[in-house]
């Protein structure tokens, strides 16, 4: 127990060196694709890189494991966790929410044939695929007899592509990106979304104080028109109609 | 070859023999044993690995189905893996140690992986796993390296044991048995008891062929007493009757007229004479087979130039060697040198005052004897020395060589010279 502690007062240490000395913000994420990557071209990378900037900050977001990601913002190695649905904190009591939503995520179910969905007991007895760790989409499945985890959406996608799977459930704007990535025109979304959720950005209580900093630069954003700008820009270019 | 290096010589082949016979059938036993661990492994591959396989082929998890791949050419002796996919992808993984596998040497185990889909066998591709038999052959032969290596050990110990066991147990002792009877060999030495001096006595088969010897050799002395008691006996009373048969010669002789015949007479109770010296000899010492010829030959010559009518004018000059000779040869040699001083005495010195006479008999080798005789008379005629004459006398000498199946020469210059070499 003792070295555990001390392993992570030394881990701290180091990361406070490495990141505690300027004006910049560290924040978490998991995701590499068109939300965000580490080329800083996603398009939260840019809407949370505006946001900062009007606050005074500079917002550095580092790639983490998905399991390791709220872990380390909660014991305070990070500063903040890029993109979560409401209700973190409950689990994670060191966070805090921003309580201005960075966007909106559709769970949508992709097909390669047109499904009359409406909800999730209309897909019960499909062959369903979901990508492992989805909480939202792993929670609402729970007892659907044709059910197969996958490690992510290469195999969710490519599994629908292969006619192994009716539906793969997966959000609608980095499915389709991952969809333009893999080359499958084919497959496309069932409107409509299965569940929409609110997705927020999330800080370490050190950081308490900017919550409300963060909130307003947000909905700046969105009243003066460049949050829509750089959604736009950053997803059109996926989306089939 | 000492028994005791017999004893190891054989212990190694023995130990030999059996590996070369064991060693080929233990590793056809460990090859039949690792082929079967690796049909084993071949199920258990097939039982716990191809669902896996099969999951991740169907997920088209080929990241997690490489690791499978990569976790199943770890088991021993399966050099590759491929899985072939539904779409003709090859995912192959090759054991690190042979990145190179030929292929066509291995034994191949195929497998279809096939995933249940809404009441379907749905063919995802198959599996194929490549088996190196050689190396498992090759590994058996190895394994069996250290065996043999130990078999040897052991072979070399335990026959280096045996060997020193014997050697130490019964060896030496039958070593020094055996010098004890070789130097024990003669009659006065029967008496000695052998003991092989060990710390501590044992009731074993040593100990039973000791005694057993041992008394033997106390009953071959008892006989050996009795018989040289006999033997002096029979001498005696051949020395008694050989002095009967010369005196009853030498009646005679005083009995007649005739030069000849009184001659004749005379030269066989002479002849008789070296016989009687013999007998004597051999009668009044202890041992009565054999005698040195140091004791007989001046003994005699004295006997002879102490009877004959001017021998004590002559001056004898004898060198005579220790030799050992039986009573047969001591026979041989007293005949020839009576007749040679006979002849000196009798032709010889015949206007000489005084004469000289020289007898020597030594070891000229390991093999050879040399006699010689010499005398400074008149010599003899070259017909004597070619054979052709010289009567009785140098018949006889010439049997007498005969027997020894020796060289004879003669030379009548200057005196008589006489040299024998005969083997002894």
């Known amino acids: 127990m003792k070295k555990t502690v001390c392993a992570v007062l030394m881990l701290l240490a180091v990361l406070s060196t490495l990141y505690g000395n300027d004006n910049k913000f560290y924040i978490s994420t998991s995701y590499k694709n068109l939300l965000s990557n580490p080329e800083k071209s996603g398009m939260l990378d840019r809407i949370m890189d505006e946001a900062f900037h009007r606050i005074g900050l500079e917002a550095e977001i580092v790639f983490t494991r998905t399991e390791k990601s709220l872990v380390d913002v909660n014991a305070g190695l990070l500063d903040g966790e890029l993109n979560r649905v409401a209700g973190m904190e409950e689990e994670y009591s060191n966070l805090v929410q921003v309580p201005e939503p960075n966007m909106t995520m559709h769970f949508v179910a992709f097909a390669k044939q047109d499904f009359q969905i409406d909800g999730w007991e209309s ?119 | 070859m000492s028994i005791a290096r017999r004893y190891t010589l054989y212990t190694l082949l023995l130990m030999l023999v059996l590996t070369a016979v064991f060693a080929p059938l233990m590793s056809l036993a460990s090859y039949r044993q690792e082929y079967r661990r690796v049909s084993e492994q071949i199920e258990q591959i097939e039982h716990s690995h191809i669902p896996a396989l099969v999951s991740s082929l169907w997920m088209t998890h080929y990241k997690l189905l490489q690791e499978q791949i990569e976790g199943i050419v770890e088991f021993p002796y399966i050099d590759q893996v491929e899985v072939i996919d539904d779409e003709g992808c090859l995912y192959s993984v090759n054991y690190r140690k042979n990145p190179t596998p030929q292929r066509e040497k291995m034994k191949k185990y195929r497998h279809t992986l ?73 009659s006065s030495s029967l008496s000695r008891h052998f003991s092989y001096g060990r710390r501590k006595s044992y009731d074993d088969e040593l100990t039973q062929l000791a005694e057993a010897v041992n008394s033997m050799r106390q009953k071959l002395r008892g006989q050996f007493e009795e018989k040289e008691m006999l033997l002096r006996e029979v001498h005696h009373r051949i020395k008694n009757n050989i002095s009967s048969v010369q005196a009853l010669l030498k009646m005679q002789a005083d009995s007649i007229d005739n030069s000849d015949a009184l001659v004749a007479l005379d030269d066989a109770a002479s002849r008789l004479q070296s016989m009687m010296v013999l007998y004597d000899k051999l009668y009044r010492q202890g041992m009565v087979e054999s005698m040195s010829v140091a004791e007989y030959l001046p003994t005699l010559l004295h006997e002879i130039l102490g009877v ?89 000498i010439r049997s007498m060589i005969d027997q020894f199946e020796g060289t004879f020469e003669i030379s009548g210059k200057q005196g008589i010279l006489v040299r024998i070499l005969f083997s002894h």
Request: glycine residues 8%; aromatic residues 10%; without cysteine.
């Open chain 2, 114 to 186: 096939t995933y249940e889909y809404r009441g379907e066998e749905i063919q995802l591709g198959k599996l194929i796993l490549y088996v190196n038999t050689r190396r498992l052959r090759s590994d058996v032969i190895k394994g069996q390296v250290p065996f043999l290596l130990y078999n040897l050990l052991v072979a070399l110990s335990l026959a280096v044991a045996v060997s020193f066991l014997f050697h130490m147990m019964v060896g030496r002792h039958l070593r020094r048995f055996a010098e004890f009877l070789q130097s024990s060999s003669d």
């Open chain 1, 123 to 241: 897909i019960r007895n499909l062959y369903i695929g979901i990508v492992k760790g989805w909480k939202i989409l792993e929670q609402n499945t729970t007892g659907f007899p044709h059910r197969s985890l996958v490690p992510s959406e290469t195999e969710l996608f490519t599994m629908l592509h292969k006619d192994r799977l009716d539906v793969a459930l997966y959000s609608k704007l980095t499915g389709y990106a991952a969809l333009e990535e893999m080359n499958y025109d084919e497959l496309f979304h069932l409107e409509p979304p299965l569940v929409s959720r609110k997705m927020y950005l999330y800080v370490h209580k050190s950081h308490a104080a900017l919550v409300p900093k963060i909130a307003d630069a947000l909905r700046s954003m969105k009243d003066d028109g460049s949050y829509q700008r750089i959604v736009s820009d950053s997803t059109d270019p996926y989306i089939k109609p």
């Open chain 2, 308 to 396: 004959f009518p001017g021998g004590k004018k002559v001056q004898l000059h004898t060198e005579i060697d220790n030799i050992l000779f039986d009573a047969q040869e001591l026979s041989y040699l007293g005949i020839m040198t009576n007749e040679l001083v006979t002849n000196s005495l009798k032709h010889g010195f015949l206007d000489q005052t005084e004469g000289h006479i020289s007898v020597v008999l030594r070891r000229q080798s390991e093999q050879k004897l040399e006699f010689i005789y010499r005398d400074d008379g008149v010599g003899v005629s070259d017909s004597v020395i070619s054979g052709e004459s010289g009567g009785l006398g140098f018949m006889l």
